[in-house]
């Protein structure tokens, strides 16, 4: 890492990475920081927390080293890019049987790490298998992802949409 904050950083992919980290108050305003500019000088960020420049390298070097901060990167505005329409699609899988060779579960997880409009995937307990949060143009490219994309998944049983009206909230910070 060279000495402005922006260079982008690879997720760091360490075995015994799920285990939780002690943060002091110190590491907490440094997390803040950074969540509200990542690409913040460490100058900048000494100045902020109130510490020498060599004592913030260290510190996020520690916070990256151990998986706190897995990345830096560009937020990107969904309506300059003409992505104006979110829709929440909650999907229902086929039950798993003996006659497939491979789990529906694992064809779907596999299949919607290719679809671009989907920004976010995520199993859900209850009634259905998947919440997606997929970012499209407008109605007509959401009815083209639903028809060509994912209705014709061999695994989906079954999807209900809601569309985002107003976001009310909007944040990538994590409360530290």
Known sequence: ????????????????MDKQIELDA??????RALQQDGRMT????????????SAVLRRVRRLEEGGVIAAYVALLSPQRLGLGLTAYIN?????????HKRNPMDLFRAAVQTWPEVV????????????????VEDMAHY????TDTLLKHPSV????????????????ALPV
């Open 1 to 16: 890492m060279r000495g402005h904050l922006g260079v982008m950083q690879d997720s760091c992919k360490n075995p015994g």
């Open 26 to 31: 110190i590491d907490k305003r440094i997390l």
């Open 42 to 53: 460490y100058d900048a960020l000494a100045a902020e927390v109130n510490l020498s420049s």
């Open 91 to 99: 999907v229902r899988l086929e039950k798993h049987t003996e006659s």
């Open 120 to 135: 976010e995937c995520s199993a859900l307990t209850g009634e259905m298998d998947y919440l997606l949060r997929v970012m």
């Open 143 to 146: 009815a083209r992802f639903i």
């Open 157 to 172: 049983q079954d999807c209900k949409t809601s569309f985002v009206l107003d976001h009310l909230k909007n944040t990538t």
